[in-house]
């Protein structure tokens, strides 16, 4: 089912924020500052040669074997995350892990699900850095060494396992230690949006190049987003931004922070939400030379949403961990949109709203690039990366720039899924001008849903949003 495609409002692009790449199981393993790690492992057979049905690479009669073509690819691609101490359900460090899992690891990779890489990257539809993607031919080993009964070979010990990635000496703060409530609501029935106000007491200007977010309980964070907040602004003609949170806080005085549903909270006007986190994230780094501004007599307000459906939470508690890297300066200083048309129809008087009962619902919006470019005064913008985000009835979700002449697919998910929400750069950022747009189609299952869903916050609610990091 096709809905019509609005045009999108000036007032959406208002929302600014800084995007980045997690690192676990990149295709090359990087730390922070984007170096390769010494020792990762390289591949020593011919993985680039089509298999065959025999088992052999190549054409070669050499059986395949896990020490001298699996472990190497293992090690590349899989064990950042499934290591000792690492995020992974399981560890593949050993033969015996991988020659255990060796049927499931062979499913999931061909089904791509794992590594985790939601993005299509074979080149049909962008191509992006520190990709997960696993060449078709990578896949076609392992699996013809699973069916091979999973040879060990001779033992080596010159593999090394990546290190997690982490941010160095990075400035850190902390939520409160806080029991979230159910507010509910249609828009949020099993959740509570909270603000929490953080001074960073920054020397001076700083740019954010990288960040990561550390959830106190990853069972009830649904996502977490910093905003930075001028305190000594004035808001409404009487009261500055201070004053309005400080009221918004007075209002629960026995809990900490405020409710927040949308941005920093009712009336708080903030600059852009230049990081935001989401399950499956990781350490994010902006592309290099780039960051966003947080200024110096600014404070930041975070914002975390606790997800209550599973009733097991009710009663838990938080106390989440913000990482920032900062520097003095950086080359070019990038911007975040996060325009979301379908959300933003919570605010009209007619909400849109996807029928239910239904396997497939498409939803369509596009941006001219025009209305960025002339809120900046400037020519032309680079896109250096992008953002998916839906919820759990979301399936598919598509990227276009339309120029004049002609359409280009710039970012495909054809398999979303909630737990690993991505941000994704560019190899090489596209140009956009005045005579391109951004047209974004999502696709929503919602054979499940016995009432029309609607768009919000809340998890059972759904959201069609793609941000956009560009730099001018």
């Given amino acids: 089912m096709q809905r019509p495609s609005p045009s999108l409002p000036l007032s959406t692009l208002g929302l600014l924020m800084a995007l980045g790449l997690p690192a676990c199981g990149d295709d090359s393993?990087?730390?922070?500052?984007?170096?390769?790690?010494?020792?990762?492992?390289?591949?020593?057979?011919?993985?680039?040669?089509?298999?065959?049905?025999?088992?052999?690479?190549?054409?070669?009669?050499?059986?395949?074997?896990?020490?001298?073509?699996?472990?190497?690819?293992?090690?590349?691609?899989?064990?950042?995350c499934h290591q000792d101490g690492s995020i992974g359900p399981f560890n593949l460090q050993t033969y015996e892990d991988a020659q255990t899992w060796g049927a499931a690891m062979v499913a999931a990779m061909e089904a791509r699900t794992m590594p985790p890489?939601?993005?299509?990257?074979?080149?049909?539809?962008?191509?992006?850095?520190?990709?997960?993607w696993m060449p078709d031919e990578e896949i076609a080993l392992i699996s013809a060494w699973v069916d091979d009964g999973a040879p060990e070979g001779e033992p080596r010990d010159d593999l090394e396992l990546p290190s997690f990635p982490a941010l160095d000496n990075p400035t850190t703060f902390e939520t409160p230690n806080f029991t979230p409530e159910i507010q509910g609501g249609e828009l949020a029935e099993f959740d509570e949006y909270r603000c929490f106000l953080v001074d960073p007491d920054l020397p001076g200007d700083r740019f954010m190049t990288g960040y990561d977010v550390l959830p106190g309980n990853e069972a009830i964070v649904h996502h977490v987003l910093v905003m930075p907040?001028?305190?000594?602004?004035?808001?409404?003609?009487?009261?500055?931004?201070?004053?309005?949170?400080?009221?918004?806080d007075d209002e629960s005085p026995d809990r900490a922070g405020w409710p927040c549903f949308g941005a920093a909270g009712d009336g708080v006007d903030n600059r852009g939400i230049p990081v935001s986190w989401a399950p499956g994230?990781?350490?994010?780094?902006?592309?290099?030379?780039?960051?966003?501004?947080?200024?110096?007599?600014?404070?930041?307000?975070?914002?975390?949403?606790?997800?209550?459906?599973?009733?097991?939470?009710?009663?838990?508690?938080?106390?989440?961990?913000?990482?920032?890297?900062?520097?003095?300066?950086?080359?070019?200083?990038?911007?975040?949109?996060?325009?979301?048309?379908?959300?933003?129809?919570?605010?009209?008087?007619?909400?849109?709203?996807?029928?239910?009962?239904?396997?497939?619902?498409?939803?369509?919006?596009?941006?001219?690039?025009?209305?960025?470019?002339?809120?900046?005064?400037?020519?032309?913008?680079?896109?250096?990366?992008?953002?998916?985000?839906?919820?759990?009835?979301?399936?598919?979700?598509?990227?276009?720039?339309?120029?004049?002449?002609?359409?280009?697919?710039?970012?495909?998910?054809?398999?979303?899924?909630?737990?690993?929400?991505?941000q994704y750069f560019y190899e090489e950022p596209r140009v956009l001008t005045a005579s391109d747009s951004l047209q974004v189609t999502c696709e929503f299952n919602t054979m499940s849903a016995t009432e029309p869903v609607t768009p919000g916050w809340g998890t059972n609610n759904e959201m069609c949003l793609m941000g956009v990091y560009l730099v001018p």
């Fill in 29 to 80: 393993t990087n730390n922070d500052d984007g170096a390769a790690t010494e020792g990762a492992a390289t591949t020593t057979g011919d993985t680039d040669s089509v298999v065959d049905d025999t088992g052999t690479s190549g054409g070669s009669t050499a059986a395949i074997t896990y020490w001298d073509d699996v472990a190497p690819v293992l090690y590349q691609r899989c064990t950042g």
């Fill in 117 to 132: 890489w939601l993005v299509t990257d074979d080149g049909s539809c962008g191509e992006f850095r520190d990709s997960r």
């Fill in 229 to 248: 907040v001028d305190p000594d602004l004035q808001v409404n003609g009487t009261q500055t931004n201070a004053e309005v949170m400080q009221a918004l």
């Fill in 281 to 422: 994230q990781g350490v994010v780094s902006y592309p290099e030379g780039t960051g966003l501004r947080i200024a110096q007599n600014e404070q930041l307000v975070v914002q975390v949403h606790y997800n209550l459906v599973d009733p097991a939470t009710h009663g838990q508690s938080d106390q989440s961990q913000i990482q920032l890297r900062l520097e003095e300066s950086v080359e070019r200083e990038g911007i975040m949109l996060l325009p979301d048309p379908f959300l933003d129809s919570i605010f009209g008087d007619d909400p849109i709203t996807l029928p239910p009962g239904e396997e497939s619902v498409e939803y369509t919006w596009e941006v001219p690039a025009l209305l960025v470019l002339a809120e900046l005064g400037i020519p032309q913008i680079e896109l250096h990366g992008v953002f998916p985000h839906m919820h759990e009835f979301g399936t598919a979700m598509r990227l276009d720039i339309n120029g004049a002449d002609d359409s280009e697919c710039a970012a495909e998910v054809t398999d979303w899924d909630f737990g690993w929400q991505l």
